[in-house]
């Protein structure tokens, strides 16, 4: 199958724009981007009529299929909030891939997710990068990316409210390295092992932590403000952790800093009001700056404190409020895929990645958009030859 005479939006490592090409899918992956028009046509290829072709939009902090609209408290099942540290739950076993926020996210053009656990627990468990398109989670899973930990008020005030510990910030960054720490051990234990009789007494919890300790996955910390934002920093460099900023509410305030640490930022919700303190510094210029600062920048929904259909309008607000075309682009694409631990994968219109692909007529950033076609690991989720407005 081939798209053709599309404006192609590569996202490569070159941002190569190609004005007028085609792209050929075999197989659910891309096996030619090409300039021009192809030599030959087949009854199942696609004449873009000179849209714009673009790689699927990532969305790279969600909690998608996390709970269900309309049903409440039944299907919500973003925290476990039993305890402070539980880095042995697995989010997959909470998906529920029928939520209609998958097809909404489809529909808007959005391919790939990475969902995580809520923000109750300092520990609070795997994320993964999932497919939107499927109905059984097993099968839309791209892969495990990350560990979620969070600071600041969320597990400050859902467990202050109970007399139990963490109550404060020092507690919380505490619990975050005595859960590390005797990782650490428990891995050093397992190593030096000489038979089975010798392993340590099986730890979950610990044996969870052991890919993020061998850089096999990134840590996702939930930061809002600037002081949470730097505690980040210094726990992932004590224990040389590779490490996301998701949120980064007060990143602006610091842009210069996190430029200097290479530090990656997953931002957002945008489209939300500073209901609470550790927001009170919430501006929707926050991604332009952090990006004109050179911080790698993704933008995210935070579904369903934003719903997720609502990504692309998000990216337009980020564009309005100072970031280029270009950097909200990356933000949904290249960069939440690199940041995301699944660039060999997607975010990006390459030969050998999966066939994620959304082709709009206008800008896909505006409000009155909606994609023409989109395209995830080769089949056809939506065409439409005709866009009316």
Same mark, same amino acid.
């Given at each position: 199958?081939?798209?053709?005479?599309?404006?192609?939006?590569?996202?490569?490592?070159?941002?190569?724009?190609?004005?007028?090409?085609?792209?050929?899918?075999?197989?659910?992956?891309?096996?030619?981007?090409?300039?021009?028009?192809?030599?030959? @046509?087949?009854?199942?290829?696609? *004449?873009?009529?000179?849209?714009?072709?673009?790689?699927?939009?990532?969305?790279?902090?969600?909690?998608?299929?996390?709970?269900?609209?309309?049903?409440?408290?039944?299907?919500?099942?973003?925290?476990?909030?039993?305890?402070?540290?539980?880095?042995?739950?697995?989010?997959?076993?909470?998906?529920?891939? @029928?939520?209609?926020?998958?097809?909404?996210?489809?529909?808007?053009?959005?391919?790939?997710?990475?969902?995580?656990?809520?923000?109750?627990?300092?520990?609070?468990? *795997?994320?993964?990068?999932?497919?939107?398109?499927?109905?059984?989670?097993?099968?839309?899973?791209?892969?495990?990316?990350?560990?979620?930990?969070?600071?600041?008020?969320?597990?400050?005030?859902?467990?202050?409210?109970?007399?139990?510990?963490?109550?404060?910030?020092?507690?919380?960054?505490?619990?975050?390295?005595?859960?590390?720490?005797?990782?650490?051990?428990?891995?050093?234990?397992?190593?030096?092992?000489?038979?089975?009789?010798?392993? &340590?007494?099986?730890?979950?919890?610990?044996?969870?932590?052991?890919?993020?300790?061998?850089?096999?996955?990134?840590?996702?910390?939930?930061?809002?403000?600037?002081? *949470?934002?730097?505690?980040?920093?210094?726990?992932?460099?004590?224990?040389?952790?590779?490490?996301?900023?998701?949120?980064?509410?007060?990143?602006?305030?610091?842009?210069?800093?996190?430029?200097?640490?290479?530090?990656?930022?997953?931002?957002?919700?945008?489209?939300?009001?500073?209901?609470?303190?550790?927001?009170?510094?919430?501006?929707?210029?926050?991604?332009?700056?952090?990006?004109?600062?050179?911080?790698?920048?993704?933008?995210?929904?935070?579904?369903?404190?934003?719903?997720?259909?609502?990504?692309?309008?998000?990216?337009?607000?980020?564009?309005?409020?100072?970031?280029? @075309?270009?950097?909200?682009?990356?933000?949904?694409?290249?960069?939440?895929?690199?940041?995301?631990?699944?660039? *060999?994968?997607?975010?990006?219109?390459?030969?050998?990645?999966?066939?994620?692909?959304?082709?709009?007529?206008?800008?896909?950033?505006?409000?009155?958009?909606? &994609?023409?076609?989109?395209?995830?690991?080769?089949?056809?989720?939506?065409?439409?030859?005709?866009?009316?407005?």
């Amino acid at each position: 199958m081939k798209i053709y005479n599309v404006k192609i939006f590569t996202m490569n490592k070159a941002r190569s724009v190609i004005e007028k090409g085609w792209v050929e899918i075999t197989e659910g992956k891309i096996t030619a981007v090409c300039e021009g028009t192809p030599s030959s @046509f087949e009854d199942v290829d696609i *004449d873009g009529g000179g849209a714009a072709l673009y790689p699927g939009f990532i969305d790279a902090h969600t909690h998608v299929g996390l709970t269900t609209n309309g049903v409440g408290i039944e299907s919500e099942d973003f925290n476990e909030e039993s305890e402070p540290c539980s880095a042995q739950l697995r989010v997959i076993d909470a998906i529920n891939p @029928f939520d209609e926020s998958f097809e909404k996210a489809r529909n808007a053009g959005i391919t790939s997710v990475l969902i995580s656990p809520g923000s109750m627990n300092p520990v609070a468990g *795997d994320i993964v990068a999932v497919s939107t398109d499927g109905r059984r989670i097993d099968n839309m899973l791209l892969r495990r990316v990350g560990i979620k930990f969070a600071l600041g008020e969320n597990p400050k005030m859902t467990y202050m409210n109970r007399d139990e510990t963490p109550c404060t910030r020092m507690a919380i960054a505490a619990m975050i390295r005595e859960a590390l720490l005797k990782a650490q051990r428990y891995m050093a234990d397992k190593e030096a092992a000489e038979s089975e009789s010798d392993l &340590p007494e099986l730890d979950p919890k610990s044996e969870a932590l052991i890919p993020l300790l061998r850089g096999e996955l990134k840590a996702h910390f939930h930061c809002h403000r600037a002081d *949470d934002i730097f505690t980040a920093l210094r726990i992932s460099r004590e224990f040389g952790l590779d490490y996301v900023l998701i949120h980064c509410t007060d990143g602006h305030l610091i842009a210069g800093e996190l430029a200097l640490e290479n530090a990656s930022a997953v931002v957002g919700p945008i489209i939300c009001d500073p209901c609470k303190p550790e927001l009170a510094n919430i501006t929707p210029k926050n991604a332009g700056l952090l990006a004109q600062h050179g911080v790698k920048t993704a933008i995210c929904t935070d579904h369903s404190e934003t719903p997720i259909e609502y990504l692309p309008l998000t990216v337009g607000i980020a564009v309005k409020n100072g970031m280029t @075309f270009m950097q909200a682009l990356e933000a949904v694409t290249i960069n939440a895929a690199e940041i995301g631990g699944i660039d *060999d994968l997607a975010g990006s219109i390459e030969t050998g990645k999966r066939a994620d692909m959304v082709m709009f007529e206008g800008s896909p950033f505006e409000v009155m958009s909606e &994609p023409k076609l989109v395209m995830i690991n080769g089949t056809l989720i939506k065409y439409r030859k005709e866009i009316r407005y």
